[in-house]
């Protein structure tokens, strides 16, 4: 893993704005620097930005303001065949018309390298991805996970040092998902690429990504380590959108260092951990992980505030119990717990006390 | 049902298939019910006319049903020899023109033969006008030796009774006077060809039956009524002078006064003489080595003759070259087609590609201008580039006057291949358009990307990538365009002068001005044959499966 800044960049994006249309900007002030070898993954809602970035590093659309570099050289107005970036596509792009074999080898002739070696590289290639068997069929024979690792392959045989992939996953099924989450991810460490993913699937996020750049209108919100980004999210967007999340709106009454209180809007009293708070009286959204919520007094401090809350639904689901309840005037606030012998299992209509720990609550801007 | 030897069955015991095929029946039974309209419309209208088109290309039987006997008389005859036909081919020619003239059949055969011979369209028609003075020195000795030959009575007596026990004596002349008219003819109602005149007088009966059916069915008059043809007064001129006269029935004391008077000027005459004397042409190898060469009722003379051969009783021969046209248009019509289909690609694809590759407004802009010509008539669009392309039309007045060309040397781009190809192009463009635009519409972009990104030129990428999967478009646009080029008619015939004029428009002619129909559909059946061929090319070289319509 590569996280540490003083690295020099690989990647990186200056000050990049983009506008389809001369009015509305698509991405607004991106910056962006990924060391060599690291697995980023730029993940958001559709529309968010996440694919013209990617589009703008692969060269198939232009920056309207700003610098690219790669490797320290600008690359704004460097054609994308020059540029010797890897891309996979979400349709995969396999050219129909030619065997997978001639597929891996397209890239190659253009670079104009000699038959030998052309042949030994698809080779490689396609044992690489577990293919070596299927060099003479078409992409149309292949299944749509054999398509997507001959698409990989297709990207790696020319051994690019990047390698963007425009969430190459999404039309495949869950499991094969998996799978190919774990090839990749281990192919990409393997080979020692730097690669850019994009997708918006956020699990594939979380397993994949050294780290992760959360992407909403147009601006990076969160560029952090997955466990970060799900255990410390800096404001209420990213909060949302990763992971699931009980949100309670209410008003700043008190800060005390790492601590605060809060006032909801239903009239409890609760601690929390100031994120992007500064001041009393600020309204705020606090965000608390359903797993993180604590039913069991004993294990809360002795000075923690609790909520009362009562027990709406129970789901069971296999690994954990999902408790829907009402806390605090909202009937949405979902409670996991582990399926383990000892756990307690809530019955609907049951009136319980809930609290957590100040540091696991985040008081987030409104 | 899992039974591994014996074949499936459904749960009452029937065979799985049975079972099956009968639940799909009433499904099966309403599809073909959905397109028996449209099924029997296009056999009515379609196949049929082309089954009756390849038909007429090779039945030519006008000869042999205008001159039935003429015919086989003439089997017999050697045209290499220098003997004229027999003494019985004329004969058998005076009664079967006398029958066609009467019918008036005997024009249309002469303009067949004249497609081949010139001149025998006059001779028949002559020939026609003159046979009612055939014999006429028979005739009048006929006429001197008895007076009641001229009335009409005479004759009905002789040849007609109603005494059903005659039985139907008629047959054979009925047989041969309908098809020499081409009409069903026959006798009136309990009226019958009398036995003892039939036995007594071959000849004269079956002239007689023919002349009696014709009037009653064609003039819708009474036989008894009206006097005969002059083919029955020489016919019976013939009987009586054949020998013994063994007839003791009606009229038989008239009969032997006639027989007697008759020997004479009969002795003098003969049917070639009379042919002679009408026309000297009727000597003519020639004209009789035509009569025969199209006696068969199947030819493959127009077969021949639509590719500069012709049939001449010497066998197929090729015509002079001042004469010979149509290999000349097959070609013609061939290599400027594919130059049509070319252009059209050339223009189409350029133009196919922006409207994939632009935002949809932009591109239906475009789509409603490619196909705004379909909204106006092709004569309007065909006369416009009239206007156009002429000496002194806008482009030539625009060259001019931008000094590209000089006034005295302006470009000849109509009336000829130039014009015809340019204004095709233009109209045929949609055609290789529309299905250009919907395979390239088919094609994501994500391929051009995908090639430019693996390191591929924007040329490269474009040649190995986009190219080979447009090429089912290209396909799918030749073929349309080809095909209908090939058998366009209206366009060269308003901008192709002689020089731009293609296969289609001859056909036209023999269909519409020289009523060839049988020329025609033989240009039109080898115009099939060729585009049928082509296809079959296209199949084995591209494969029909890479013509696509639609992504």
């Keep these: ?366 | 049902m899992t039974d591994a030897t014996g074949p499936i069955v459904a749960a009452d015991g029937r065979p799985l298939k049975a079972s099956l095929s009968r639940a799909l029946r009433r499904e099966k039974l309403r599809a073909f019910l959905l397109i028996l309209p449209l099924l029997a419309f296009v056999v009515i209208s379609f196949i049929a006319p082309i089954f009756d088109m390849l038909f007429r290309s090779v039945q030519d039987d006008i000869t042999s049903r205008t001159l039935p006997q003429t015919v086989v008389a003439l089997n017999d005859w050697d045209y290499t020899g220098d003997a004229r036909p027999s003494e019985q081919t004329y004969e058998a020619l005076y009664f079967d023109m006398f029958m066609a003239a009467e019918a008036k059949k005997h024009t249309a055969l002469g303009s067949r033969l004249n497609y081949e011979t010139t001149g025998i369209s006059s001779l028949f028609r002559q020939t026609g006008r003159g046979l009612d003075d055939v014999g006429e020195d028979v005739i009048e000795a006929m006429e001197d030796a008895s007076a009641a030959l001229d009335d009409s009575a005479f004759w009905a007596g002789l040849f007609l009774t109603d005494d059903r026990s005659a039985g139907d004596k008629a047959a054979s002349a009925r047989a041969w006077a309908s098809t020499v008219s081409d009409q069903a003819l026959s006798l009136p109602a309990d009226v019958y060809l009398a036995n003892a005149a039939e036995a007594a007088l071959p000849n004269a009966a079956r002239q007689y039956a023919a002349f009696a059916m014709f009037t009653h069915t064609v003039d819708e008059d009474v036989p008894a009524e009206e006097d005969p043809w002059e083919a029955v007064w020489i016919a019976l001129a013939q009987d009586l002078t054949a020998g013994e006269l063994a007839y003791d029935g009606p009229e038989a004391a008239e009969l032997r006064a006639v027989q007697a008077a008759v020997a004479g000027p009969m002795a003098d005459f003969t049917f070639t003489d009379a042919f002679l004397a009408q026309d000297d042409d009727w000597g003519e190898a020639s004209v009789w080595g035509t009569i025969q060469t199209f006696s068969s009722p199947y030819t493959a003379g127009y077969f021949l003759t639509a590719i500069d051969l012709e049939l001449t009783p010497d066998g197929a021969q090729a015509v002079e070259d001042d004469v010979a046209i149509y290999i000349t248009l097959f070609w013609r019509t061939l290599w400027m087609s594919m130059t049509i289909t070319f252009s059209c690609i050339l223009l189409g694809y350029p133009i196919a590609w922006l409207m994939a590759n632009l935002p949809d407004r932009s591109a239906n802009l475009i789509m409603i201008l490619v196909l705004l010509p379909f909204w106006t008539s092709l004569l309007v669009r065909t006369s416009a580039w009239k206007v156009l392309l002429q000496q002194q039309g806008v482009i030539n007045d625009t060259l001019v006057w931008i000094g590209l060309v000089g006034d005295g040397s302006r470009l000849a781009l109509i009336n000829n291949a130039t014009g015809t190809i340019i204004a095709m192009t233009h109209i045929l463009l949609p055609f290789m358009i529309l299905p250009l635009y919907s395979v390239m519409k088919g094609i994501p972009p994500s391929y051009l990307r995908a090639a430019k990104s693996l390191g591929a030129t924007n040329w490269t990428a474009f040649w190995r990538v986009y190219f080979p999967q447009s090429v089912p478009g290209i396909g799918a646009g030749s073929i349309l365009v080809f095909i209908l080029s090939i058998g366009y008619y209206i366009t060269p015939e308003i901008v192709g002068g002689t020089k731009g004029v293609f296969i289609s428009n001859r056909i036209a002619y023999h269909i519409s001005s020289s009523l060839n129909w049988g020329l025609a559909a033989a240009l039109g059946t080898i115009l099939l044959v060729v585009v049928l061929a082509l296809y079959w090319a296209y199949d084995r070289i591209v494969g029909i499966d890479n013509v696509k319509l639609g992504g």
């Design chain 1, 1 to 366: 893993m590569a996280t540490a800044s003083d690295e020099r960049a690989f990647v990186e994006f200056e000050r990049v704005q983009k506008s389809y249309d001369g009015e509305t900007l698509v991405v607004k002030d991106l910056n962006l620097s990924m060391p060599k070898g690291e697995f980023l993954t730029m993940l958001g809602p559709s529309g968010s930005g996440k694919t013209t970035c990617l589009m703008m590093l692969a060269g198939f659309e232009t920056a309207t303001h700003g610098d690219i570099r790669l490797d320290g050289n600008p690359i704004n107005n460097i054609p994308p065949h020059k540029r010797g970036i890897g891309m996979v596509f979400q349709n995969y792009a396999l050219f129909p018309h030619m065997t997978v074999a001639e597929n891996l080898s397209f890239p190659l002739e253009v670079r104009k390298m000699g038959k030998s070696d052309r042949e030994a590289k698809v080779k490689r290639a396609l044992d690489m991805v577990q293919m070596g068997a299927f060099g003479g069929r078409r992409p149309a024979q292949l299944s749509g996970g054999q398509q997507q690792r001959i698409a990989l392959a297709r990207a790696l045989v020319f051994e690019p040092e990047l390698v963007l992939m425009d969430e190459p996953l999404g039309a495949l099924d869950k499991q094969l998902r998996e799978t190919l989450q774990f090839e990749i991810t281990r192919l990409a460490h393997d080979l020692g690429i730097t690669v850019v993913y994009v997708t918006h699937d956020q699990t594939e996020a979380l397993t994949m990504s050294d780290r992760v750049a959360v992407f909403e209108a147009g601006r990076i919100q969160q560029l952090a380590p997955p466990d970060e980004l799900y255990e410390a999210p800096i404001n209420s967007f990213v909060a949302q959108f990763i992971g699931e999340n009980n949100t309670l709106e209410g008003v700043i009454t008190a800060i005390q260092g790492d601590t605060c209180t809060v006032k909801l809007d239903s009239g409890d009293i609760i601690d929390a951990k100031p994120v992007n708070v500064s001041s009393v009286g600020e309204r705020t959204k606090v965000s608390i992980r359903p797993e993180r919520v604590e039913f069991n007094r004993e294990r809360l401090h002795a000075d923690a505030h609790t909520l009362k809350a009562e027990v709406l639904e129970f789901i069971y689901m296999g690994d954990i119990f999902r408790t829907r309840l009402r806390v605090a005037g909202t009937d949405d606030f979902i409670v996991k717990t582990r399926n383990a012998p000892d756990q307690r299992r809530l019955t609907p209509g049951e009136q319980i006390e809930i609290g957590w720990l100040p540091e696991d609550c985040r008081a987030l801007d409104a």
